[in-house]
């Protein structure tokens, strides 16, 4: 029975696939970009592309026996996962960014800052600890409007470079958490087809150092 593996679309997807066929794993069959289920060469696999947030989802679910996300991603979803590695690509922070021109001003306790993310559980938890009440923007698409546009005070995201924010006039204040990749397991999935995830993972240590 093949394995099931969710990747996230985009550039993620395309370094578990790099390092996925290093580790010696079939790849997808060629595609024509449309299709999100995709067998691989050898039928020993399907792969599932999906959205980087719904990742976590497929394989908590079931739906999926093996995925990649980012550590972000599944401390947001709060999925109850077997996590059995993380992986050398994907690395980036979650940070609180503010306009550069006040950067510090929406961060005193008093002001009760409008905060646009894509993250809600874990700005409100970092929030939450340090005692500074906030009102929470979830948005789905560019948060760094937020600012921009008066819809919020700070933003809660993911930052790579900082290239984004400083073209943007913002300015990074705080990481929340450093994120990279992970590899994922269905808890019931590796009870029932152990002996192929573990043959996965062996050969992923091999060559994750």
């Known amino acids: ?15 578990a696939l ?11 069959v060629s595609d024509n970009g449309r299709r999100l289920v995709i ?22 679910q079931g739906a999926a026996d093996i995925g990649i996300a980012g550590l972000d991603v599944l401390r947001e979803r709060a999925a109850d996962v077997y996590e059995p590695m993380r992986l050398p690509f994907g690395h980036c922070r979650l940070s609180v960014a503010a306009p550069v021109d006040r950067p510090d001003r929406p961060l005193r306790l008093e002001l009760s800052p409008r905060v646009a993310t894509k993250y809600p559980r874990l700005a409100a938890d970092y929030f939450r600890r340090r005692g500074i009440s906030v009102e929470l923007i979830a948005l789905s698409g560019s948060v760094e409007l937020g ?3 008066d819809l919020a005070d700070l933003i809660v995201d993911l930052v790579e ?14 990481t929340i958490l450093e994120s990279q990749a992970v590899l994922i397991v269905n808890r019931a999935s590796y009870r029932l087809q152990r002996a192929q995830i573990d043959h996965l993972l062996s050969s992923m240590r091999k060559i994750v150092g």
């Open 1 to 15: 029975m093949p394995l099931t593996i969710a990747l996230p679309k985009g550039r993620l997807a395309d370094d």
């Open 18 to 28: 790099l390092w996925l066929d290093r580790a010696g794993w079939p790849l997808p």
């Open 39 to 60: 067998p691989s060469r050898d039928g020993s696999l399907n792969y599932v592309l999906a959205k980087p947030m719904d990742v976590p989802v497929f394989v908590e």
């Open 147 to 149: 600012p921009l546009v």
């Open 161 to 174: 470079t900082g290239g984004t924010l400083a073209a943007n006039n913002l300015v990074e204040l705080r």
